[in-house]
């Protein structure tokens, strides 16, 4: 019978290939969809951001284990669309105009799919009228807008104001290494 804490366990130590294997076991077993992600993918991640956020494992660790989170999503998300698994919503994310960086935002792209959302990746050095034609297009409930650049974090007040404009009821997140909570509350971020 197929372990779902072997599932978590494996994708805490980064072992893509066992979890894509493990996963593909648990299906062919009729074990449930939702709690493969829940009880397998999405709490092996949840340690990890535990453990990262009290500096007990750092970004190549987290990068690993995100890999073979995607190998797992890879074999489960067909299997969610056949089960009728409804996302929880829409979330577009990018990097802002100027920024080419883009670890952060993948990695936050793999969380929210994990977590059962619908993820439109607009890439990086995105202007605020591509992530408003993307929030628009999509229904998006959510917009992540990424930076690590300091110079590019005016960027993000930009996107914000224009969807405020065009998309008022979509909270608007942002992330990046230089950003900090009051930058957010300044440019009248959601979080």
């Known amino acids: 019978m197929a372990d779902l804490?072997?599932?978590?366990?494996?994708?805490?130590?980064?072992?893509?290939?066992?979890?894509?294997?493990?996963?593909?076991?648990?299906?062919?077993?009729?074990?449930?969809?939702?709690?493969?992600?829940?009880?397998?993918?999405?709490?092996?991640?949840?340690?990890?951001?535990?453990?990262?956020?009290?500096?007990?494992?750092?970004?190549?660790?987290?990068?690993?284990?995100?890999?073979?989170?995607?190998?797992?999503?890879?074999?489960?998300?067909?299997?969610?669309?056949?089960?009728?698994?409804?996302?929880?919503?829409?979330?577009?994310?990018?990097?802002?105009?100027?920024?080419?960086?883009?670890?952060?935002?993948?990695?936050v792209c793999m969380m929210f799919k994990g977590a059962g959302f619908k993820v439109v990746d607009v890439g990086t050095d995105v202007p605020p009228e591509k992530f408003v034609s993307a929030a628009l297009e999509n229904d998006a409930c959510i917009v992540g807008l990424s930076a690590l650049l300091t110079t590019t974090m005016p960027n993000m007040r930009d996107c914000v104001e224009a969807l405020k404009v065009a998309k008022p009821e979509t909270k608007v997140m942002i992330g990046g290494a230089p950003v900090t909570q009051a930058f957010a509350d300044e440019i009248g971020a959601t979080a």
């Open 5 to 107: 804490d072997l599932i978590s366990e494996r994708l805490q130590k980064g072992k893509a290939k066992e979890v894509e294997k493990l996963v593909g076991e648990a299906l062919a077993e009729g074990i449930r969809v939702q709690d493969i992600l829940e009880k397998g993918l999405i709490a092996g991640m949840a340690v990890i951001g535990e453990k990262f956020k009290n500096n007990q494992v750092y970004v190549p660790e987290v990068l690993i284990a995100a890999r073979a989170m995607n190998k797992g999503m890879a074999i489960l998300e067909p299997a969610m669309v056949k089960a009728g698994v409804e996302p929880l919503g829409t979330v577009v994310i990018g990097t802002v105009k100027g920024d080419l960086h883009d670890i952060g935002k993948n990695l």
